[in-house]
């Protein structure tokens, strides 16, 4: 049974012009991959996804942004309550809006959020976690991953921000801590929220 114990309930949640913020990863870790000759060998990336507790589909940790931490703290404490890793954000890849039935209150009626996502490299896979009774965790290249996404506004993170990201840093060596760290720290106010063309009303895991 794990020591870490997920945070529960809505007191400290944070909300913005009447969205629900959350916050979020894709982690991610390299793979080396032998060629046809076998002598030579790619590094590849693989994604992690968790099952939904609602119904069928992926999803990327994910939760709500509490006001006594930052985005980022959040994105790191949903990672090892919900998917039971450790590693290093080094990525900002966006905000994505959505609506959720289930999350529903007095201050988003309408189920509005904003998820403040970014790319989690993999460091630790830890062996017990908060959610482990009831999450199952699977390494997907992308195409598979994009696939298996429950959520249109999770695939959209996917196709659109880490997967147009990666490589390009990947190729050039700049895989550091420093965007994601900058980036949310500027605030809303100077990021372009990516609306998904469509929108989902699956419940909210």
């Given at each position: 049974m794990s020591d870490l114990v997920a945070r529960t309930g809505r007191l400290q949640q944070r909300y913005e012009d009447g969205y629900r913020l959350i916050a979020g990863c894709i982690p991610f870790k390299y793979i080396n991959t032998k060629e046809n000759?076998?002598?030579?060998?790619?590094?590849?990336?693989?994604?992690?996804?968790?099952?939904?507790?609602?119904?069928?589909?992926?999803?990327?940790?994910?939760?709500?942004?509490e006001t006594d931490e930052t985005a980022e703290q959040a994105a790191t404490r949903e990672a090892i309550e919900e998917a039971g890793v450790r590693g290093d954000l080094v990525h900002f890849l966006g905000y994505y809006a959505f609506k959720s039935k289930t999350l529903q209150d007095e201050f988003s009626p309408e189920g509005l959020c904003k998820a403040a996502m970014f790319a989690l490299l993999v460091k630790e896979e830890l062996e017990s976690w908060p959610e482990k009774s009831h999450r199952q965790r699977s390494w997907l290249k992308i195409p598979e991953?994009?696939?298996?996404c429950r959520h249109p506004w999770m695939r959209e993170?996917?196709?659109?921000?880490?997967?147009?990201?990666?490589?390009?840093?990947?190729?050039?060596?700049?895989?550091?801590?420093?965007?994601?760290?900058?980036s949310v720290a500027l605030g809303f106010e100077h990021f372009l929220v990516k609306m998904v063309s469509c929108i989902s009303f699956q419940p909210f895991p």
């Amino acid at each position: 049974m794990s020591d870490l114990v997920a945070r529960t309930g809505r007191l400290q949640q944070r909300y913005e012009d009447g969205y629900r913020l959350i916050a979020g990863c894709i982690p991610f870790k390299y793979i080396n991959t032998k060629e046809n000759d076998g002598d030579t060998s790619e590094k590849t990336v693989e994604v992690l996804m968790i099952n939904s507790t609602s119904g069928p589909g992926l999803l990327f940790p994910k939760g709500g942004w509490e006001t006594d931490e930052t985005a980022e703290q959040a994105a790191t404490r949903e990672a090892i309550e919900e998917a039971g890793v450790r590693g290093d954000l080094v990525h900002f890849l966006g905000y994505y809006a959505f609506k959720s039935k289930t999350l529903q209150d007095e201050f988003s009626p309408e189920g509005l959020c904003k998820a403040a996502m970014f790319a989690l490299l993999v460091k630790e896979e830890l062996e017990s976690w908060p959610e482990k009774s009831h999450r199952q965790r699977s390494w997907l290249k992308i195409p598979e991953a994009i696939q298996q996404c429950r959520h249109p506004w999770m695939r959209e993170a996917l196709e659109l921000g880490f997967k147009n990201w990666y490589p390009i840093n990947h190729d050039r060596g700049e895989l550091g801590k420093d965007d994601a760290n900058n980036s949310v720290a500027l605030g809303f106010e100077h990021f372009l929220v990516k609306m998904v063309s469509c929108i989902s009303f699956q419940p909210f895991p």
